[in-house]
């Protein structure tokens, strides 16, 4: 039975940093792929980044590249997400979602996701 679990959000300022994880079970074998998303409200849920459980490296929505990064540590199965140089447009509801297959490059597409997390608040302010 798959389970997504994040946590670390919080508070921040302008061009703090955050450091987001999500905790991966369930899933059969190391073929799988785990997404960020995030939602504010009004606003359609976008996709952050995504990396697949065997992968080096990730795939990123254009306007975080270079300050947001993905990664896999495949012992714990947790997925990460480091956030730097916040905006306050990064404010949101972020979401860990997780498909049971595998990817040539991995999807920021919402309707490609099967498990969902239970989010965890991201608050840019001053």
């Known amino acids: 039975q798959v389970q997504l679990v994040e946590s670390g959000g919080g508070l921040v300022q302008p061009g703090g940093s955050l450091k987001l994880s999500c905790v991966a079970s369930?899933?059969?074998?190391?073929?799988?792929?785990v997404a960020w998303f995030r939602q504010a409200p009004g606003k359609e849920r976008e996709g952050i980044a995504c990396?697949?459980?065997?992968?080096?490296?990730?795939n990123y929505r254009d306007s975080v590249k270079g300050r947001f990064d993905i990664s896999v540590d495949k012992g714990k199965h947790t997925f990460y997400l480091e956030m730097n140089a916040l905006k306050p447009e990064d404010t949101g509801l972020y979401y860990c979602?997780?498909?049971?297959?595998?990817?040539?490059?991995?999807?920021?597409?919402?309707?490609?996701?099967?498990?969902w997390g239970q989010g965890t608040q991201v608050t840019v302010s001053s």
């Open positions: 990396i697949g459980f065997d992968d080096r490296n990730g």
């Open positions: 979602a997780g498909v049971g297959r595998p990817f040539r490059q991995c999807a920021l597409d919402a309707d490609e996701y099967r498990y």
């Open positions: 369930g899933f059969t074998g190391n073929y799988y792929t």
